[in-house]
């Protein structure tokens, strides 16, 4: 009886790796190889009488209906809007979705990733960077598997979505040096080190102010890293803009304004804002980011930043779908690779949570009874 021929007999005769033999007759590599590898070895597995098993055919039809989504959190809107845009597509598509929620624990990531292997889904979202320690692991998979980072890191070799927080905060900052605010705070949660988007930003907020020349007037008041140890709960960003809020103005009676790293810590600065019986944006002007579907509510209409979270999402998706398709086609024998970087420009949505400094707005009033 003939032996049947295996990938590693058409590896031998090809003088490649059995890994290279298996990507190229499955076509599902996602490494660039040479024309000529391509059709020697499809030339060689035809005269050895290969055939795919068809155990490997079911699997790759089970796979290609599952898109696994990275999230460090539900509890913050921001994600919720970023994985409606992901299922909006995905829908769209025919694709199925399911989430890992990480709760900022590496040992939960780790689990994930680790059952990425048998899961072997059809593609995988990050909808933050993943923890650096498994930053070469998610590069390994990337490799396998369409795999899409909603980033902030500066530089990612994986298709991502880029977000450059350092403009945002700068944003942030202009805004209220239009208009007049001198002396501000910045709130935020932990500055840790795993937590690297957040300093970006804060960090941007501070360069806007060094360039005027008031770098010495921003106040940064940040939370605890003990608390980024915590499980998450659904109030948690509120409460700690609320708690630092209290803690700020017992320290500091000179301020005018006070930013939120994003609109859920916002939300927590000003009801405790109120609560001191600070009238907004009378006495104190506040401005978050995210733009959430809460801060364009009238009785809140708080000042934020638009990044654009929905489309973010959508985009994400939209890149792991074309990758799929890509890899079922061939541009002069070998399939396509491409990395896939998209970034939006951040947008100031002014409502009625910021105005003009006290002493800018004195100022002009005089002004104006001068004239008359």
Known sequence: MRKKVTSTDIAKKAGVSQATVSMVLNHKYNVSFSKETVEKIERIAKEMGYTIPKRRQRKESRKGKLIIVFCPTLTNPYYVMLLQGIEAVAKEEGYSVFTCNTQRELKLEEQYLKLMSSVDPAGIIYTCNPSSVFMEQVGEIAKKIPLVIISNREKVQVDAINQDNTKVGRLMARHLLDYGHRDVAFITPPL????????????????????????????????????????????????????????????????????????????????????????????????????????????????????FVPLKGRDACDIIIRKIKSSKDTYDGTNPISIYHIEYEPKLIARKTTSYAREKRTKEAGKKRNIK
């Open 192 to 307: 840790t080190q795993r937590q690297k988007q957040r300093s970006k930003r804060v960090q941007g907020f501070v360069q806007e102010y060094e360039q005027a020349g008031l770098g010495d007037r921003v106040v940064i008041k940040a939370a605890d890293a003990s608390l980024d140890e915590q499980l998450p709960s659904p109030d948690s960003e509120y409460k700690m803009g609320y708690n630092l809020t209290k803690e700020l103005l017992a320290e500091y009676d000179n301020l005018t304004a006070i930013a939120g790293l994003n609109d859920m810590m916002a939300f927590g600065i000003m009801d405790a804002l109120q609560e001191e019986k600070y009238k907004i944006p009378g006495d104190m002007s506040v401005i978050g980011c995210d733009n959430i579907i809460f801060s364009g509510m009238s009785h809140l209409s708080l000042t934020t930043i638009e990044h």
